[in-house]
Antibody, heavy 124, light 108 residues
Framework: QVQLVQSGAEVKQPGASVKVSCKAS????????IHWVRQAPGQGLEWMGI????????IYAQKFQGRVTMTKDTSTSTFYMELNSLRSDDTAVYYC?????????????????WGQGTLVTVSS | EIVLTQSPGTLSLSPGERATLSCRAS???????LAWYQQRPGQAPRLLIF???SRATGIPDRFSGSGSGTDFTLIISRLEPEDFAVYYC?????????FGGGTKVDIK
C-alpha cells in the first residue's frame, strides 16, 4: 500500500533552515509528483510547491520562491523540502502529498495520499 | 494565482441536515480542476471530490460536488456525526495550486 512517512518534529531558531523528509513506499517512486502543503496552527491549508521526480522539475508557490528547495533522492525513494530564513510565522505542520491514477486519467495534483505531517516550530 | 473564496466561514447545523458549501474562484478554473477535502482535528486532509464532481474511492454518496468556471459547490445531503469538520476546496487547473480558506461545519 502507498505510504508517505515524514521525518519527526523540529524546533528551529529564527533565521535557521529546516529540511523535512518524506519517504515514499508502495509504488514506483518516479511515477507520481509530490507536493508540499503546510498548515499554521488554527489556520488553513497552504500549497508550497510540487516536485516531479521523473523530470526532476519543481514549481514553487510565489510566496516561497527563493526560500524553499524541493529535492529528491531516488536511491532511497525520499523527497525533501528545505525552507530557509525561518520566521516565527513559518511555525506549522508540513505535509507531503501525492495524487493518483484512475482507469483512464491521472490526477497528479490532488492529494489522495498524505504523510502524517511534520511540526516545525520556529522560536527563539 | 487563482484565489479561492469559501463561504460561509462557519456552518452550524444539526445531524441529518443538509450542508451546502461554496467555493468561488477569482478566475475560471480550467477543466473543472477543483477538489474538495475534509479535515478533522489532528488529522491530515482527506480527499472527497476531484474533477469538481467525482467522488474519491470510499467516499459516501451523501457527498456530492458540482460547478464549473468560477463557482463550485459541495453538498452533504444528510450530516452524520463524523461529518462535522473543516472543508477545503483546492484548484489545480493552473500550475500554481491554491486552497480556499475553509468552511467549518459544526454542530448546532
Amino acid at each position: 500500500q502507498v505510504q508517505l512517512v515524514q521525518s519527526g518534529a523540529e524546533v528551529k531558531q529564527p533565521g535557521a533552515s529546516v529540511k523535512v523528509s518524506c519517504k515514499a513506499s508502495g509504488y514506483t517512486f518516479t511515477n507520481y509528483y509530490i507536493h508540499w502543503v503546510r498548515q499554521a496552527p488554527g489556520q488553513g491549508l497552504e500549497w508550497m510547491g510540487i516536485n516531479n521526480p521523473s523530470g526532476d522539475s519543481t514549481i514553487y508557490a510565489q510566496k516561497f520562491q527563493g526560500r524553499v528547495t524541493m529535492t529528491k533522492d531516488t536511491s532511497t525513494s525520499t523527497f525533501y523540502m528545505e525552507l530557509n530564513s525561518l520566521r516565527s510565522d513559518d511555525t506549522a505542520v508540513y505535509y507531503c502529498t501525492r495524487g493518483f491514477c484512475g482507469r483512464t486519467s491521472c490526477y497528479m495534483e490532488v492529494g489522495l495520499y498524505w504523510g502524517q505531517g511534520t511540526l516545525v516550530t520556529v522560536s527563539s | 494565482e487563482i484565489v479561492l473564496t469559501q463561504s460561509p466561514g462557519t456552518l452550524s447545523l444539526s445531524p441529518g441536515e443538509r450542508a451546502t458549501l461554496s467555493c468561488r474562484a477569482s478566475e475560471s478554473v480550467s477543466s473543472s480542476s477543483l477538489a474538495w477535502y475534509q479535515q478533522r482535528p489532528g488529522q491530515a486532509p482527506r480527499l472527497l471530490i476531484f474533477g469538481a464532481s467525482s467522488r474519491a474511492t470510499g467516499i459516501p454518496d451523501r457527498f456530492s460536488g458540482s460547478g464549473s468556471g468560477t463557482d463550485f459547490t459541495l453538498i452533504i445531503s444528510r450530516l452524520e456525526p463524523e461529518d462535522f469538520a473543516v472543508y477545503y476546496c483546492q484548484q489545480y487547473g493552473s500550475s500554481l495550486l491554491t486552497f480556499g480558506g475553509g468552511t467549518k461545519v459544526d454542530i448546532k
